[in-house]
């Protein structure tokens, strides 16, 4: 039972256009949620979070969308760069002490 | 600061052969852990620790066991290999038990 999904396995965008990357929940005791970008032989290093009592946070060119109705957050990238093409994993914690993943979305950049 | 440091890089194993994954971390973290990743899935935790002393089990604990008798080190370790672990394997360490955690660069495991 996968209570975070990316429905999404891979997305492909053209630079200096926006990039959308999709995240759903089931589990309503996630109080935290978060994004990781990995590229390959590396791991994944934290690239921006969002609180359950915000709906939004934005760190440049990043911005990190929370629907808690909708049990959905999406993770944009304003403008895309081709060295944004990576793995983006969507990650819920709550206070258990446990990250619970994604399965991931493979973002490609074309120049 | 190295951060989190995970050796081997790369291993192959036999069939019920053991080995240890080293976990190191240099940040006076308190929170430590393993995770492993199997192709096209997300990361799933294996045991995660709190402090020198204390460790419980995750998502995945069976086939495992760990140990945390320093704050820098968490080992893994893989008693009698079996294919279904073969993976990569993450370590990784967070300074309040948060989700904002800092990983090491995996160990690739095949086990044959």
């Known amino acids: 039972d996968q209570q975070v999904k990316q429905n999404s396995p891979s997305l492909s965008v053209q630079e200096g256009r926006i990039s959308i990357l999709n995240c759903d929940y089931t589990n309503s005791m996630f109080d935290y949620f978060l994004w990781y970008k990995k590229y390959p032989a590396e791991g994944p290093t934290f690239l921006i979070s969002?609180?359950?009592?915000?709906d939004k946070n934005e760190d440049g060119r990043f911005t990190v969308f929370l629907n808690k109705s909708a049990k959905h957050l999406s993770l944009h990238i304003v403008p895309s760069q081709p060295g944004d093409s990576a793995v983006y994993f969507c990650a819920a914690f709550n206070a258990g002490n446990m990250l619970t993943f994604g399965g991931g979305t493979r973002l490609m950049v074309k120049p | 600061n190295a951060g989190v440091t995970q050796t081997p890089k790369f291993r192959i194993l036999k069939i019920g052969q053991s080995m240890t994954l080293q976990c190191t971390q240099d940040m006076n973290h308190n929170y430590m852990y393993w995770y492993r990743q199997d192709p096209g899935m997300g990361l799933k935790l294996i045991y995660y620790?709190?402090?020198?002393?204390?460790?419980d089990k995750g998502e995945v604990p069976n086939g495992y066991n760990v140990s945390r008798s320093t704050t820098e080190d968490f080992p893994l370790r893989l008693e009698l290999a079996a294919p279904s672990q073969t993976s990569v394997y993450f370590c990784?360490?967070?300074?309040?038990?948060?989700?904002?955690?800092?990983f090491g660069p995996g160990t690739r495991l095949l086990v044959l």
């Open positions: 969002i609180s359950s009592i915000k």
């Open positions: 990784a360490s967070s300074y309040d038990g948060s989700g904002t955690q800092y």
């Open positions: 620790s709190v402090g020198a002393g204390i460790t």
